[in-house]
């Protein structure tokens, strides 16, 4: 029994892989507030069907394992649930902190972004039993993608191919290539930032669409690596929402995640005629945050770690050499 809600899965004899899903049965048992819930209580929260796989890169390694998980129908099509009073959707991720021991560095990072900016993820702790074997406390997250209830963008559609249907809306991000997209593209600038299509996803884009996000990131940093970039009209901030890239900053080193700028980094930007500007966020991946890393001076209370290519030059990944850049402009820097 458990003061958390309990997710209970049936696997119906297989095992859960890191690809392909692999479809089960999932129940949640919630007996409200304050009320005690028992692995013998009814499935009143979701009873029906799941597809599940083992997500994440180097977490995979980890004997506590984080699960990507879709609602679906009995048919196997996408079923979209409010589960534990999170908005109604169908992509889920049961996530295991196995390196945080405290269990609240991803928590607490969601938390403080979503007074911050407008879109952070929804989670819900709660107790994993799989097979009836108990897997230990896990949350219970919002994955990232584009939906009114979470990054709040346009739809874009196979038939968007020109004018202002072309210009939104994309989810990007700076990431690993292990574990995502087999379609990436390298900054001009920089061969350790690899930037990858998030959703849609590489294979759900148009060739127009895949060189439209593209060429409006490398215009941005063609901006501003050039000699006009602090130019309040036709530098930087033409091409970026400014606050959302200081408040993604300011998380990203209250935090000093080991892996900051350089992974699990997002961004979005929706069509012209909605803004149309390039935004930060939401924030990602903190279990390796408040000094619960042992490299790279992550640890450390002084210093930046958007400095992170001069203190480990070694690493594969780098942060963009924007955060550097646009720093020295006095009224970002202010």
């Not at 350790?192 to 215009?219: C, G």
């Not at 690596?225 to 091409?239: E, K, L």
Request: with cysteine; net charge negative; charged share 20%.
């Amino acid at each position: 029994s458990s003061n958390l809600p309990i997710v209970v899965l049936n696997t119906l004899g297989q095992t859960i892989a890191d690809d392909p899903k692999i479809t089960c049965d999932m129940g949640i048992i919630y007996n409200g507030v304050g009320v005690r819930n028992y692995t013998t209580d009814v499935f009143n929260n979701y009873n029906g069907k799941i597809a599940i796989e083992i997500r994440g890169s180097t977490s995979q390694q980890y004997p506590k394992k984080s699960y990507g998980v879709e609602t679906r129908d009995a048919l196997g099509a996408n079923l979209n649930v409010s589960l534990l009073g999170m908005p109604s959707e169908n992509d889920w991720i049961l996530y295991g902190a196995y390196p945080d021991k405290t269990l609240m560095r991803n928590e607490i990072t969601f938390d403080l972004f979503s007074k911050m900016q407008p879109y952070s993820p929804r989670y819900v702790y709660c107790e994993l039993v799989i097979n009836n074997q108990y897997m230990g406390v896990y949350t219970l997250l919002e994955k990232v993608k584009r939906d009114k209830d979470r990054v709040d963008i346009a739809k874009l559609d196979l038939d968007d191919n020109a004018g202002d249907s072309l210009t939104g809306g994309y989810i990007i991000k700076v990431d690993k290539v292990t574990g995502s997209s087999s379609t990436t593209w390298t900054s001009p600038y920089q061969p350790k930032v690899k930037f990858l299509y998030h959703d849609p996803e590489d294979i759900e884009l148009t060739v127009p669409q895949l060189n439209y996000i593209k060429n409006y990131v490398t215009n941005f940093e063609n901006v501003v690596y050039g000699p006009g970039f602090s130019n309040p009209t036709t530098g930087f901030r033409a091409y970026i929402n400014e606050w959302s890239f200081i408040d993604f900053f300011l998380m990203q080193e209250l935090g000093r995640t080991v892996d900051g700028y350089r992974s699990s980094s997002f961004m979005y930007k929706d069509k012209d005629s909605k803004g149309g500007k390039l935004s930060c966020g939401p924030m990602w991946d903190f279990n390796l945050s408040y000094g619960n890393a042992d490299y790279c001076d992550s640890f450390d209370t002084t210093g930046w770690q958007y400095n992170f290519a001069t203190i480990c030059p070694t690493f594969t990944s780098e942060p963009p050499n924007w955060w550097s850049r646009m720093l020295q402009d006095t009224a970002y820097a202010n």
